[in-house]
């Protein structure tokens, strides 16, 4: 019995059981996954799947090669598009949670406000960018600079209006009994505000960031479409498929794609640095 | 109740608030719109004065302006093109003048030439120019007052207006390319002949623009079937001009930069023969108008939306020159991003309309793709400014 017991440990439960074997399980799986897909890819059985060719869909050597090839262009754009997604960002985060924070003092017009807000988060870029080209047109002399910032202009509005939202819910959803024993000290706002409302708002901040930094990316992409100023990975996306270049269209989705999870990772990352006594 | 309605008072208030703000920009950016305008009148007033003092100076100015005004606005940083595949003509005329190959990005109005944030604006003689120059329904009403740059006359036209299909499938459908090439080729003479009536047929097919825009569209369209680069009158419908494609391709290799080696090389390499196809065309024009079409039901992709830009396919339907071969023919509206190359060579539509350059550098990409006739003989590119700003 006892051996019978043993040897079903050995078996089955002792990689069950063993942590280490846990661990690398998380990392091994997507890892495999990935080369999993490399593979159909490369092999042509993706290709098969969505009735496509290695024409517009290319493989990912052929895409690896030609980003080896232009690494200096793509790092360019990218560098062009970054800047715009993450000062638009930050602009628009500042900008969204001081206006969460006058809608938590000021609670009558506020609830009103935010509804206004939120209705810019839903103004599709295609229709905001062309807008912002035209009032930015006077800023200054130099194409890149005024259509820079019109891109920023775009991307500010979209997180502004994320970030007010989400801040807002954190900086009113207070646990009752802490507003209680606010209220029984006789707490001044100003002193509920800074030391219960702005903590609490903290994790909803970050819940606010991971929608608004690929989002941030998404519009700084498809803004730069209807920049003045011919710069970014969007733009050149667009250049190459008009001239039916995919394979370099790819290199520059490619490069989309890892910013994207390059900003998230590093989001993740402060996240866990920031978040650590919440846990 | 009360709250309710003190809530609904707020959102008000809010929302006025807010209306009242975003009028009060409108009204400021048409405050400073109507100041544009009475500079733009001011100075057309000073040009009038300068033409009213001499004759043999205002020629001159003309004579000299081309140059003068192409240097001075990339000097000033404000040549504009969409971009897009549409750019290498005017990149060529900047790289003949030794100017740096630098353009602005335009949008699909011409609000940037309107508001001298862009002083030398791209424009299609089809369709821009007619909306800077017209007064009608979206146009700027400009009139014979601005200044107009001809990439043909400054020698670096490049070929627009095509029909193309695959190699494979005129290989595989020679009749039918030949019966629709009859058949549009009829249907371009005739719409060539007759512009009025073929806007009015564009106009009932579903335009995507006014009538009276649609009518000008289909006399200057005419123009650009029927005159080749030089000026001269064409009557061959379709023609592949060796010396113009020759032209386009050579301008192409130059100012085309492809990312991927392989597509850059191949590109170079391209010859004329490997890009299109002159016995199609041969046999339809020695035909007598009998085909035995191996697909009766073809499509044709169009490079933009439907106007008058492509008249002759919607007059050859309109007239049942189609039918007549054998032909059944859906013509596939385009537009923004449509990219006729891919859906021509993944076999979603049978033939094409595309630019020259759009399908070399397809087919350098790994495409199969072949022109079978060549339906506009000029460029329909040109650049228009306003004198007073130069």
């Not at chain 2, 929302?15 to 544009?36: D, V, W």
Request: a negative charge; charged letters at 20%.
């Amino acid at each position: 019995m006892a051996q019978k017991r043993k040897r079903k440990k050995r078996l089955y439960q002792r990689i069950r059981e063993n942590k280490r074997l846990q661990s690398a399980e998380t990392v091994v799986l997507p890892v495999m996954l990935g080369i999993a897909i490399f593979l159909l890819w490369q092999g042509g059985i993706v290709h098969q799947w969505f009735h496509t060719d290695v024409f517009t869909l290319p493989l990912p050597t052929k895409i690896g090669s030609i980003m080896g090839d232009n690494i200096d262009k793509i790092l360019e754009n990218t560098f062009s598009t970054v800047s715009v997604a993450f000062i638009g960002l930050a602009l628009g985060c500042i900008l969204g949670y001081l206006f969460a924070v006058l809608a938590a003092v000021f609670p009558r017009i506020g609830s009103g406000g935010l509804g206004i807000i939120g209705a810019f988060a839903s103004i599709p870029v295609v229709a905001l960018a062309p807008v912002m080209n035209n009032w930015t047109r006077d800023l200054s002399k130099e194409a890149s600079i005024r259509s820079m910032a019109s891109k920023i202009i775009v991307v500010m509005l979209i997180s502004a209006a994320n970030m007010s939202l989400n801040a807002y819910r954190g900086l009113t959803e207070v646990k009752p009994f802490s507003e209680d024993l606010m209220a029984i000290y006789t707490t001044k706002k100003r002193v509920v505000l800074w030391k219960l409302r702005i903590p609490n708002s903290l994790p909803y901040v970050f819940i606010a960031l991971k929608v608004a930094v690929p989002s941030s990316i998404m519009t700084a992409i498809v803004s730069e479409y209807f920049a003045e100023y011919i710069t970014g990975v969007g733009r050149q996306i667009r250049e190459n498929i008009v001239l039916a270049q995919y394979a370099t269209a790819w290199a520059y989705i490619a490069t989309a794609c890892i910013i994207g999870v390059a900003a998230y990772v590093l989001l993740m990352v402060i996240q866990g640095l920031t978040l650590r006594r919440y846990h | 109740m009360r709250k309710k309605t003190q809530k609904w008072m707020r959102m008000l208030g809010v929302a006025a608030l807010t209306a009242g703000m975003l009028t009060g920009c409108g009204t400021k950016a048409a405050e400073s719109q109507g100041g544009g305008a009475a500079a733009d009148s001011a100075g057309s007033k000073t040009t009038g004065e300068s033409a009213a003092s001499g004759e043999s100076v205002a020629s001159q100015e003309t004579e000299l302006s081309s140059e003068a005004v192409i240097r001075a606005a990339a000097g000033d940083g404000k040549v504009g093109n969409w971009g897009l595949g549409n750019e290498y003509e005017v990149l060529a005329l900047l790289a003949k003048y030794d100017l740096p190959v630098e353009y602005l990005s335009q949008d699909f109005t011409m609000d940037g030439f309107d508001d001298d944030s862009i002083t030398l604006a791209s424009a299609m003689t089809y369709n821009e120019l007619g909306l800077v120059k017209n007064d009608y329904d979206g146009g700027y009403g400009y009139g014979d007052t601005i200044g107009i740059i001809d990439m043909n006359d400054e020698g670096v036209a490049m070929m627009e207006d095509n029909i193309f299909c695959t190699k494979a499938f005129a290989a595989e459908n020679p009749e039918t390319v030949k019966a629709f090439l009859y058949a549009s080729l009829k249907g371009w003479e005739y719409a060539v002949a007759n512009p009025q009536e073929a806007a009015k047929i564009c106009y009932e097919a579903g335009s995507s623009v006014s009538q009276e825009h649609q009518s000008y569209m289909a006399d200057e369209v005419a123009k650009l079937a029927s005159t080749d680069t030089k000026g001269n009158t064409v009557t061959d419908i379709g023609n592949m001009d060796d010396d113009a494609m020759q032209q386009t391709l050579d301008i192409a290799k130059q100012y085309v930069t492809l990312d991927d080696e392989a597509a850059n090389t191949a590109f170079q390499s391209l010859t004329l023969d490997d890009i299109r196809d002159k016995t199609f065309i041969e046999a339809a024009k020695s035909s007598d108008g009998t085909f035995k079409p191996e697909k009766t039901e073809v499509s044709i992709q169009l490079k933009w939306l439907p106007d008058a830009q492509f008249m002759g396919y919607y007059v050859a339907d309109a007239l049942g020159y189609y039918k007549e071969v054998g032909l059944t023919v859906n013509i596939v509206s385009g537009g923004g991003d449509i990219a006729e190359t891919t859906a021509v060579n993944n076999g979603t539509v049978d033939f094409g309309v595309t630019w020259e350059t759009n399908l070399a550098s397809a087919d350098a990409g790994g495409m199969d793709l072949v022109e079978i006739a060549q339906i506009f003989q000029r460029s329909g590119l040109v650049l228009v400014y306003k004198p007073e700003n130069f």
